[in-house]
């Protein structure tokens, strides 16, 4: 099995740029801890996502909402503590970037402070841009995402496809043209029409990363809970899965509790 990995130098926003200029797509995947996060990185993943994400995957909540600054930090410095390679991208938790600037810088610099991560990822275009400037201006860099953003779900009622009319879809366009204009590195669109995803790539010079945005994009990000297949409860149609780890985990945790059972473990050779 190859890693698709093009020397070990560290990943950063400008190499990212550089990809998409050569047609190279960009792999990234969510991670929220120092053990997965490391081997995602030996795996030669470029970017990872410490998502807000693991709201529902870490702590099982049903929205992304609950997350706090606290615990963002919390799991962002578990993952560039076991990262190398790959640019780490840091989300910014509901609340903490919602329309006064100079409170978002501040929770913007707590999280680059006392993570060492490289970037951080905000929800949101135009009603936020005053925020998401002030922290670029500081010298941030920052990922933009639009098209379904899980932050607004109580706005929006459903995790249904985005940007599927007309005008919904021709904000999104002036949206992602604004949040490049001010300095955004690259912009996530989540499940929305794939001709729009493409059209967003085409015209804009900096990375598109889709979840479930189809393939002409610049890169795809996945929640490597879902694409490990250890939440099988989660399987929308974008979701393809590399493993079967619920499974496997299950059975070899039976294993281990028959093996107690039975007295078969610790064995001698196990024992000192």
Same mark, same amino acid.
């Given at each position: ?9 560290? =990943? $950063?926003?400008? @190499? ?13 995947? $969510? ?11 030996? &795996? ?5 996502? =410490? ?7 870490? &702590?099982?909540? =049903?929205? $992304? ?24 991208? #840091? *989300? ?34 135009? %009603?936020?841009? *005053?925020?998401?400037? +002030?922290?670029?201006?500081?010298? #941030? !860099? ?15 009622? $459903?995790?249904? =496809? @985005? &940007?599927?009319?007309? *005008? ?21 669109? %989540?499940?929305? !029409?794939?001709?729009? &995803? ?8 900096? !990375? ?15 929640? #490597? ?35 107690? +059972?039975? @007295? *078969?473990? !610790? ?6």
């Amino acid at each position: 099995m190859s890693t698709y990995t093009e020397d070990n130098r560290k =990943v $950063t926003t400008h @190499r990212l740029q550089e990809m998409k200029q050569r047609g190279e797509k960009i792999s990234m995947l $969510t991670s929220y801890d120092f053990s997965m996060a490391s081997i995602v990185d030996q &795996a030669g993943m470029d970017a990872i996502l =410490v998502g807000d994400s693991a709201s529902n995957v870490m &702590a099982g909540n =049903v929205t $992304t909402l609950p997350m706090t600054l606290d615990q963002m930090i919390y799991h962002g410095r578990s993952v560039v503590n076991g990262v190398k390679r790959a640019l780490v991208v #840091i *989300d910014m938790p509901f609340g903490t970037c919602s329309g006064n600037p100079t409170q978002s810088l501040e929770a913007a610099i707590r999280i680059m402070k006392e993570t060492g991560a490289d970037a951080l990822k905000i929800e949101g275009g135009k %009603e936020i841009i *005053d925020d998401i400037k +002030k922290i670029i201006d500081a010298g #941030i !860099p920052v990922m933009g995402h639009l098209g379904l953003m899980p932050q607004s779900i109580n706005k929006y009622g $459903t995790y249904a =496809v @985005r &940007a599927k009319d007309g *005008d919904e879809a021709k904000k999104l366009l002036e949206d992602a043209r604004l949040l490049e204009s001010i300095g955004c590195f690259g912009i996530v669109l %989540e499940k929305i !029409p794939a001709q729009l &995803a493409g059209q967003a790539s085409k015209e804009l010079s900096i !990375p598109i990363i889709g979840i479930g945005a189809g393939g002409e994009v610049d890169g795809q990000v996945l929640v #490597i809970h879902d694409m490990l297949g250890i939440n099988k409860g989660f399987s929308p149609k974008f979701l393809r899965r590399y493993a079967d780890l619920h499974t496997i985990m299950t059975k070899a945790v039976q294993s281990y509790i028959e093996d107690v +059972k039975t @007295r *078969d473990f !610790p064995n001698q050779n196990e024992s000192y």
